[in-house]
């Protein structure tokens, strides 16, 4: 089976830019795979923030990680600074599955992608999905893939 293409930066519609730390890199002088999971959740939470959607102490609905994949392309090593890329690739009545791909410094193609699923839930009880609100699904209009 052939391999997908790897995306380029015009694919995505958000982005933040995180540097590299000394401590990503592992025993075989590169980052680390479970860095690339920290990546993802830090460019979702702070896309939420932003928009305006997600207050952390007080948010009466949050998002649940209930999946997420990777793909690796090329590596990276610190001292590089990478540029994490979002994108709304579904939303549901109740979960979300954010594609994301990690730029290596100015590089258009991306060194990894992936996707992570929220399922959102009431806050208080973490048990019961619930509807998307408005306010989130506006907030997605601005990052849902062509």
Not at 62 to 80: H, K, N, S
Not at 103 to 120: I, K, L, M
């Amino acid at each position: 089976m052939p391999a997908a293409p790897r995306g380029t930066r015009a694919d995505y519609r958000f982005f933040l830019p995180i540097p590299t730390r000394w401590m990503d890199n592992d025993v075989y002088g590169h980052v680390n795979n479970v860095t690339y999971y920290s990546w993802f959740d830090t460019v979702v939470a702070r896309f939420l923030i932003d928009s305006g959607f997600l207050h952390v102490p007080t948010a009466p609905v949050i998002g649940l990680v209930v999946e997420t994949q990777c793909r690796y392309f090329a590596p990276i090593a610190f001292p590089d600074t990478i540029t994490a890329g979002l994108r709304c690739g579904r939303a549901g009545n109740t979960s979300v599955r954010y594609e994301i791909a990690i730029f290596r410094n100015g590089e258009e193609e991306a060194s990894a992608e992936g996707h992570f699923v929220h399922v959102y839930v009431d806050r208080a009880t973490q048990k019961q999905p619930t509807p998307l609100p408005a306010a989130l699904r506006d907030a997605l209009a601005g990052i849902t893939a062509a």
